[in-house]
């Protein structure tokens, strides 16, 4: 079972996503609405997939991810973000973060994760 850490303040977007991520106990999730609650779980154990909320209590996604590659650079990220595809990839460049979400993630996406998950060692 793949342990995924979901950062975001909006938890009620995330619940379809989140569904189908723990359905048939393919994922436990884990949930953290600060970055501090989210580096505190990060020091707890290190998840196989985090999820960053383009904003989280005032702080941009961006920042958190930068803030989790500081920490534990060998940590696999997804970031939600209203950005297009091309800004995206400007903003998050060296960030390795591995794919892009929309505003709310469904359950085409968390499949897509899933899918992504079951490929990784």
């Known amino acids: 079972m793949k342990h ?4 975001t303040s ?14 048939n106990g393919a994922a436990e999730i884990t949930r953290a609405a600060s970055l501090q ?13 985090v999820i960053i909320d383009e904003e989280v209590n005032g702080t941009p996604g961006l ?4 803030d989790i590659l500081m920490k534990n650079a060998m940590v696999n990220q997804v970031l939600v973000s209203r950005l297009t595809p091309k800004e995206f990839h400007e ?5 390795g973060i591995m794919a892009q979400l929309p505003p709310k993630p469904d359950a085409a996406q968390a499949k897509k994760l899933l899918d992504i998950l079951k490929k990784m060692p």
Do not use: K
């Open 37 to 49: 609650e989210a580096m505190d779980a990060l020091s707890a154990a290190t998840p196989d997939l």
């Open 63 to 66: 920042t958190i991810s930068r």
């Open 10 to 23: 909006h938890e009620n977007n995330f619940t379809e996503l989140t569904d189908e991520l723990a359905g």
């Open 91 to 95: 903003a998050s460049e060296g960030l």
């Open 4 to 7: 995924i850490l979901i950062i």
